[in-house]
């Protein structure tokens, strides 16, 4: 079964960087890169990473977590249609901010945010429950989420588009919370993975949704393209309909987001710094791949080269989470190194990046 989305339909329990030498910046106007300068400023040696993660779990606050419903069998059939099958499947959806770690007290791999959930592997003991965390077994501790299960389609997907101007989905009602059709407004740039194509209408699955969109002002993205999630902040490679990297982002701050719209990355260079204006900050980086002005996919993951130099300011676990709401970027999606490394390898000038909330 294919990897499934972090936000998406719910059942029972919630009702549901950068052109020239210039930074990134969320306009090509604006150089200040007020930020990054302040994580440089700090220094290597003063780095806290802590402010970035959850508190320790038993050092946070109680919370009480309403009983849990029971869990459905992976590919237990909610609907079918002529071609496409939808199943239930089991997830875990955080009701506070909570550590994933990569074992019961393991090192901290990144933070799921509220209301976000991964796929449920396992329950431990009552205290934990095992994820799958980008491909990798994970554990968050169950006093800090809950057990739901979300719709996804076990077929294929026939091709992808994205919507050029707002939309509305239909949610029929045998997949539906209130048991009645429902219709949701989809914002411009969302993106549909389309399973089963009707004379109006497709089946879809977004990152929250499975329905019917009109075919109408929906745009084909065909070969090998780039979506950015600002919402999920994750990064997806597709190529001929599959994906082939998925992985945690940093975007810009609330202040300074990383623009939503269609673009094309135009400029790519390497092991070079990214200098801010008036000097105020140099950030070295090995990958910039430019897709709008100054703004644009690059490494920034902390690591130590072999004669000892370190370079990159953000720990491997910041990427993904809770980061981008009071230390994102101004504009630039930042990606670990071998991540950034994957894109460039797949894509080149002209290649589509997609950039949706």
Known sequence: MKKFKKNAVLISLIGMLCTNILGCSANSNIIDEA?????????????????????????AEEETIEESPEILEDDNVVYTTEKSTVVSVPV?????????????????????????????????????????????????????????TIYDIN?????????????????????????EDEYK????????????????????????????????????LE?????????????????????????????????????????????????????GRNNSYRSWVDVMMNFNGNIGLHDAER???????????RDTNQFGGVTQQENGSHGCVNMRCNDVNFVEVHTGIGTIVLVKK
């Open 35 to 59: 930020t990054i300068a302040t994580e440089l400023d700090i220094g290597e040696e003063d780095y806290d990473v802590s402010r970035f993660l959850i508190q320790d779990e038993e050092e």
């Open 92 to 148: 875990v959806i955080a009701t506070s901010n909570v550590n994933i770690r990569d074992d019961i007290d393991g090192n901290i791999l990144g933070v799921l945010p509220e209301g976000h959930n991964l796929e449920l592997l396992e329950v431990i003991d009552d205290t934990h429950y095992k994820v799958l965390y980008y491909g990798q077994e994970a554990y968050v501790v169950s006093k800090y989420a809950t057990l739901a």
């Open 155 to 179: 077929s294929d997907v026939t091709k992808i588009v994205y919507a050029e101007e707002d939309t509305e989905l239909l949610i029929p009602s045998e997949l539906s919370a209130t048991g």
């Open 185 to 220: 407004a989809i914002p411009k740039y969302e993106c549909f993975e389309v399973y089963e194509e009707l004379d109006n209408s497709y089946l879809v699955q977004t990152a929250d949704y499975v329905g019917y969109v009109s075919k109408e002002n929906l745009i084909l």
């Open 223 to 275: 070969g090998t393209f780039v979506v950015i999630d600002i919402s999920d902040q994750n990064l997806k490679l597709y190529a001929n309909n599959e994906v082939i990297l998925d992985c945690p982002v940093i975007t810009g701050k609330p202040s300074t987001p990383t623009p939503v719209g269609r673009y094309a990355i135009f400029e790519i260079s390497h092991t070079r710094y990214l200098i």
């Open 303 to 313: 690591r130590v080269t072999e004669d000892g130099k370190v370079l990159g300011w």
